[in-house]
DNA sequence: ATGCGGTAAGTCCATGCGTC
DNA sequence: GACGCATGGACTTACCGCAT
């Protein structure tokens, strides 16, 4: 019921929705992805909004699995944004960025959660809706235009003071943990022996005391405790002490406690930390957020080679030409003087692209004018910071890196005469976007098969209903079917439409765009089409199927008396040999079929049983 | 060594459910 | 009601055995 959104087309639709807004763009990332926007740096993750499941059907929510890479968006400084998107209503739903980083990778799957009827107000009424829910936290749906100005505005509609963010969360343990100890009164007297210990005045040991007392039974510390559990630990409570004390209620009474509040609370504090080093070991001062954020500062000047030197070596060398592309795109960085300008900002823990984009301008200046951000940084991505420089020599030429690539995910790219480019982040959406564009009936007429279902149909295969995708006036399209063979599929079309076409392959992972030179259909899995007498055509997946309904065509029993031999026994049997249980694929009443060999054995099997018991089957590898 | 056919294993994600 | 883990389907990728 509910409609699923690959993680990429919802990035795509979230492009789109910032359409007319120029000043956006992606750094890298396919959902979760890094962008800026207005000046402002985010990552970015959407999910679709689904329901609950629970009894109250208004209750849906997204969840937000742990993923590796997420720990990289967690310990940066940038906001990181969640996003719900409800197809059904065009509706965006987010919550407080801080509290949706602090419960980042905090347990397999964490809710945040919306209402559908609140998602259907801000569609019907194409505004912006709030709404309070129940575990202190909030939720804003918003229609999907208003994208830009809540991503501008975030800090107001969620401001940073604002309250804090998964109090008594079950995934926040230690957060918890941490205040229970910090308010438990019992500690107190622990406290004032420790004092003493420390050869401090029994006058200070009892003013500090009174002081802790009063804050604690009085609710003071219970009154600002969302200031104190926006912490992990113990010893980062001291950061929020001066705020604490600043508050007007209790730097009145600060005078009457011999003006002693910040330092017995910090006193207290760094007592309570000392308890319990042994289990906070890992969890030092200098693990504070403010340090998280200067360390890229501190990671700017790792020792690495001496650019200078490389300079010698290859100043003769030119390292742009075999890497330039006929689009006049870089399809590596392979010059050694700029990957180690570039290292500071790449080759860190935290990762600086924009910087690293600076530097390529500053390099090359307008030369490569035809790429941008996202062509970069895919060319970022791709470089192996281990082993960085490129041993560049006569071979070096696109085909060998064709050959190093060929087992890589692969994007579909197609041109159009006039030079449009479709290249989704999916290579199903961009064949989807193509055939929708270019006579969906006309392709259905071409019958291009596969698994038996034309490629273009408007009826819904049992087998396959799931890998057809709907497009524009209820055509489906079967989609599944590897990139390779989709772009053959695609200039198949193209040629017998005479659309002009040009349909490449993009790496995945250096962003070159490859155009196989092989013909099509070689590289693709080979299929045994066979027609029946009464007209009936299957041309499946695996040959293999195509062996299995002509055994159950022509009758197991049948078969086994033609004394066919497969892997030193009959083609059907009853009792496979322990290593041929997994080919031996069932064909009724008990009989297998030993389907472990290659494609033009099936082939003549299948041949020899047409012609030996004149089944008159018309038998072709395609 | 390399490519191919086939399958197992892994990943992603919506849905379902037990627990507090 | 809120929460997050378990589950299972769809899909992708890795791996294996075999042939060349």
């Known amino acids: ?17 910032l359409e007319g807004c120029n000043s956006f763009q992606i750094i890298n990332g396919l959902n979760p992805f890094h962008l800026t926007l207005n000046g402002k740096e985010c990552y970015i993750y959407i999910k679709n909004l689904s329901p609950a499941y629970f009894s109250n059907p208004d209750i849906w929510r997204v969840q937000l699995p742990r993923r590796e890479d997420f720990e990289v968006i967690k310990n940066s400084a940038i906001d990181f944004i969640l996003l719900g998107y409800d197809s059904e209503n065009k509706v965006y739903t987010t919550w407080h960025p801080k509290w949706t980083k602090q419960r980042l990778n905090k347990g397999e799957s964490v809710s945040f959660y919306s209402r559908l009827s609140l998602q259907e107000e801000a569609a019907s009424t194409q505004s912006i809706k709030r ?39 079950k995934r926040r343990p230690e957060a918890n943990e941490a205040y229970k100890t910090f308010a438990d009164p019992k500690n107190i007297a622990a406290f004032a022996k420790s004092m003493a210990n420390d050869g401090n005045s029994s006058a200070t040991i009892a003013n500090y005391c009174h002081i802790l007392r009063s804050l604690l039974n009085d609710g003071y510390i219970t009154r600002y405790r969302k200031l104190f559990l926006s912490y992990n630990n113990l010893n980062e409570y001291h950061n929020v002490v001066s705020e604490f004390c600043s508050q007007p209620e209790i730097s009145d009474r ?45 990671q700017l000047d790792p020792p690495s080679q001496n650019p200078g030197d490389k300079d010698e070596d290859s100043s003769d060398i030119d390292w742009e030409a075999p890497y330039t592309n006929s689009a006049g795109k870089l399809t590596k960085i392979a010059n050694p003087v700029l990957i180690d300008k570039l290292r500071p900002f790449l080759d860190c823990e935290y990762v600086s692209p924009v910087r690293a984009y600076n530097e390529i301008e500053d390099f090359y200046g307008d030369r490569y004018s035809k790429m941008n951000m996202g062509d970069w940084m895919q060319l970022f991505k791709a470089i192996n910071w281990a082993a960085p420089y490129v041993q560049l020599s006569h071979e070096a030429s696109t085909q060998a890196e064709v050959a190093k690539t060929r087992s890589k995910t692969e994007l579909l790219r197609v041109e159009y005469p006039d030079g449009r480019v479709i290249q989704h982040p999916k290579a199903i959406d961009t064949f989807t976007e193509v055939i929708e564009d270019n006579y969906p009936d006309l392709i259905h007429e071409l019958n291009i098969l596969h698994a038996n279902v034309n490629l273009v149909t408007k009826e819904r295969s049992e087998q396959y209903a799931s890998a057809q995708k709907e497009i524009a006036n209820g055509w489906l399209v079967f989609t599944n079917i590897n990139t390779r063979r989709k772009r053959e599929d695609l200039l198949k079309i193209s040629e017998e439409l005479g659309l002009g076409l040009k349909v490449d392959l993009v790496s995945i992972v250096t962003g070159e765009i490859i155009t196989p030179s092989n013909e099509p259909s070689t590289s693709a899995r080979q299929k045994i089409k066979v027609t029946f007498p009464d007209g009936r055509v ?30 030193a026994d009959n083609l059907v049997l ?41 089944l008159d089957l018309q038998v072709e590898i395609i």
């Open 538 to 567: 299957i041309q499946p997946h695996k040959v293999l199927e195509s062996l299995v309904e002509v055994v159950k065509y022509a009758g197991p029993e049948r078969v086994r008396d033609l004394n066919i031999i497969v892997c």
């Open 574 to 614: 009853k009792t496979p040999k322990p290593r041929y249980i997994k080919p031996c694929k069932p064909v009724g009443n008990g009989w297998f079929v030993n389907t472990c060999s290659d494609t033009p054995t099936k082939y003549e099997q299948i041949k020899k049983i047409s012609t030996d018991l004149g």
């Open 254 to 298: 600060n005078e009457q406690w011999h003006n002693a509040t910040n330092t017995a609370l910090n006193a207290y504090i760094t007592f309570l930390s000392k308890g319990q080093s042994d289990v906070l070991h890992n969890h030092g001062a200098d693990d504070s957020p403010q340090d998280a954020i200067d360390s890229p500062q501190n």
């Open 1 to 17: 019921m509910i409609k699923k959104i690959s993680r990429y087309s919802l990035q795509q639709i979230f492009i789109e929705s």
């Open 131 to 169: 709404l309070s829910l129940n575990n202190d936290g909030e939720v804003i749906a918003f229609p999907r235009e208003q994208l830009e100005f809540i991503l501008s505005n975030l800090k107001i509609f969620f401001q940073d003071e604002s309250d804090y963010v998964a109090i008594g969360s």
